[in-house]
């Protein structure tokens, strides 16, 4: 098959975002299929060492250049287009023509914009990252109360023909994420398990995640509730650090309260080192004892079901995983190597079990990731459920 997919390496080039997008290429040309990677977000793009946006693209396609062939795909076609016009990579006719054979459009997080020149592929699919965010915009145009910028994306979504989402416990009792009128396919975040080898070392000591303290996107409002980030979750676990011997470490981007969780006995470290490239984020999470973190406050009320891509790797490191339960606990095995928490108790219970037996544990987070995440898995899955 010929596949598009879009993404958002280039506009944010940062180690976990290069992972998680490209994950998607490298799996499907493990698969067979030819890919053309395609971005065109209608952003400037972010240096992340200055944090700001430029119109300097050069340092930016570069990075996705050596991502691509970091990945052993320097042959992959991509093109990137800037919201001056300005196409990078291939020539636009050259895009027109890949898209209009193609069998799908993959449009990974609502990333691309989609102009006339993409369209013409068998299946245009939608694939929902953010669930709570995306469907509080559906809803607020539903109800008559949506922003000129909230109704351009509820356009965008609805002129895709085939939908998914990682809020994975949609229709469950207990999830109160919205379906909009639209039939949402559940998938989740592939991985190429051949490029995160286990890195099982039980000198670790600490725990450590990566997390943006707070977004700087509006929280989505949903029937007048209005829900929050990360930020939110991670304070009702501020004394975690005095109720466990386990060392917890976050990487922090994003002005948080730096000094109060120390004070707490948290570890904080800068993010971006740890995920300046795909290396570094890579090196960074496999160097850890596991992963302990909290989820934005809107998967967890709203009991999405949404599974970090992070934790997914940690995961396939043989890294144990200790993390919020947004719902996800009724969608994967948990216990051993993958462990959910709701409650202070949950959280420290789960950290001792872990310690308690290390190795088991390691050995388990690796299983639990070829037997859920694997990458033929997943997107054979998202293929046929495309109608491909």
């Not at 930016?60 to 250049?65: I, M, P």
């Not at 300046?276 to 850890?288: G, N, P």
């Not at 709203?302 to 969608?331: C, E, I, M, N």
């Not at 190795?359 to 995440?373: C, D, F, P, T």
């Amino acid at each position: 098959m010929r596949i598009v997919v879009t993404g958002l390496v280039a506009t944010y080039p940062l180690g976990g975002v290069s992972w998680d997008y490209l994950a998607y290429v490298d799996g499907f040309r493990h698969l067979g299929h030819e890919v053309l990677y395609l971005e065109d977000t209608g952003a400037w793009f972010y240096h992340p060492a200055e944090q700001t946006f430029s119109a300097d693209a050069a340092p930016n396609l570069r990075y996705l250049a050596e991502a691509l062939a970091a990945l052993g795909a320097a042959d992959v076609g991509w093109a990137v287009r800037g919201p001056d016009d300005v196409s990078h990579g291939w020539e636009p006719a050259a895009v027109q023509r890949f898209c209009r054979s193609a069998d799908l459009f993959l449009n990974l997080s609502g990333s691309c914009w989609l102009r006339d020149e993409y369209r013409g592929a068998r299946r245009t699919a939608y694939l929902d990252s953010d669930p709570g965010y995306t469907q509080a915009k559906l809803w607020a145009a539903e109800h008559g109360c949506a922003t000129a910028d909230q109704l351009f994306s509820v356009d965008l979504i609805r002129q895709h023909d085939c939908f998914f989402t990682f809020a994975e416990h949609l229709g469950a009792p207990d999830c109160r994420v919205p379906t909009c009128g639209i039939e949402w396919k559940p998938t989740r975040q592939p991985v190429v398990l051949e490029r995160w080898p286990v890195a099982l070392d039980a000198a670790a000591r600490r725990f450590t995640t990566v997390m943006s303290w707070r977004q700087e996107t509006a929280p989505p409002v949903i029937d007048g509730v209005r829900y929050g980030a990360k930020d939110a979750e991670f304070l009702r676990f501020l004394d975690l650090p005095a109720r466990t011997p386990s060392q917890l470490e976050v990487a922090i981007a994003g002005a948080a309260p730096v000094e109060l969780l120390s004070a707490h006995g948290w570890r904080v470290v800068e993010a971006y080192p740890r995920s300046a490239t795909m290396a570094d984020y890579q090196r960074y999470l496999q160097a850890s004892r596991g992963e302990w973190s909290v989820a934005k406050n809107a998967y967890v009320a709203l009991r999405s079901g949404w599974f970090s891509t992070r934790s997914a790797v940690y995961l396939a490191s043989g890294k144990p995983v200790v993390v919020q339960d947004t719902g996800w606990s009724a969608h994967y095995p948990s216990g051993e190597g993958l462990l959910p928490f709701d409650s202070m108790e949950d959280a420290v219970a789960a950290l001792a079990a872990v310690e308690g037996d290390y190795r088991r544990h390691g050995e388990a987070a690796r299983a639990v990731a070829e037997q859920e995440l694997a990458a033929p898995a997943v997107l054979e899955r998202l293929l046929r459920d495309a109608g491909l």
